[in-house]
T-cell receptor, first 118, second 116 residues
Framework: AQTVTQSQPEMSVQEAETVTLSCTYD???????LFWYKQPPSRQMILVIR??????QNATENRFSVNFQKAAKSFSLKISDSQLGDTAMYFC???????????????FGQGTILTVHP | GAGVSQSPRYKVTKRGQDVALRCDPI?????LYWYRQALGQGPEFLTY????????KSGLPNDRFSAERPEGSISTLTIQRTEQRDSAMYRC??????????????FGPGTRLTVT
């Protein structure tokens, strides 16, 4: 079974600054995907970024980037130029890959509440 | 286009009653997932379907929980003889199947279930 751990229950950052959210995971799988989801106060679940484990290059999406360290089983999310709208709970999630396609079950971490202050 | 929809959005029921939660996935999405999310926690997997076939129900907590997707589109999660510990947000997600790409899941707004 896979586990995902987010060790920072809460983080805060000033608007326009950079913040990094941590995530570690444990798995015996060699092929998998990792995701960061955002849950704002509206409680929607919004996909922020994904990373394929077989890719060495770190994924980036505009102001969001990841630092993926496969050997260390670490997958942190960096948010640059933080905006008030980034205030949300952020979840790290794991999905294993099997037979060339992904098996759809997501395993989530406990979440990190991020507050962006003006 | 339309996203994943769920109904009802809020449900309050008395302990011992049965409830049925509905999920309408994005049109054309083959896979459908159910998760349960306690307040302040991450979602926990319950079950998932490809088309009408239930592929994995390992996350269903006990036999009071069941799910179906008879025509490969709308799905219903049923909880029989509800208990207070069943109170949570129940989320549905759907995804297309794209070979060699991850099944990115699109989540619905959830049904907030309160058992009194």
């Amino acid at each position: 079974a896979q586990t995902v751990t987010q060790s920072q229950p809460e983080m805060s950052v000033q608007e326009a600054e950079t913040v990094t959210l941590s995530c570690t995971y444990d798995t015996s799988e060699s092929n998998y995907y990792l995701f960061w989801y955002k849950q704002p106060p509206s409680r929607q679940m919004i996909l922020v970024i994904r990373q394929e484990a077989y890719k060495q290059q770190n994924a980036t999406e505009n102001r969001f980037s990841v630092n993926f360290q496969k050997a260390a089983k670490s997958f942190s999310l960096k948010i640059s130029d933080s905006q008030l709208g980034d205030t949300a709970m952020y979840f790290c999630a794991f999905m294993k890959q099997s037979g060339g396609t992904s098996y759809g079950k997501l395993t989530f971490g406990q979440g990190t509440i991020l507050t962006v202050h003006p | 286009g339309a996203g994943v929809s769920q109904s009802p959005r809020y449900k309050v029921t008395k302990r011992g009653q049965d409830v049925a939660l509905r999920c309408d996935p994005i049109s054309g999405h083959v896979s459908l997932y159910w998760y349960r999310q306690a307040l302040g926690q991450g979602p926990e997997f319950l079950t998932y379907f490809n088309y009408e076939a239930q592929q994995d129900k390992s996350g269903l907590p006990n036999d009071r929980f069941s799910a179906e997707r008879p025509e490969g589109s709308i799905s219903t999660l049923t909880i029989q003889r509800t208990e207070q510990r069943d109170s949570a947000m129940y989320r549905c997600a759907s995804s297309p199947i794209r070979p060699l790409l991850p099944h990115e899941q699109y989540f619905g707004p959830g049904t907030r279930l309160t058992v009194t």
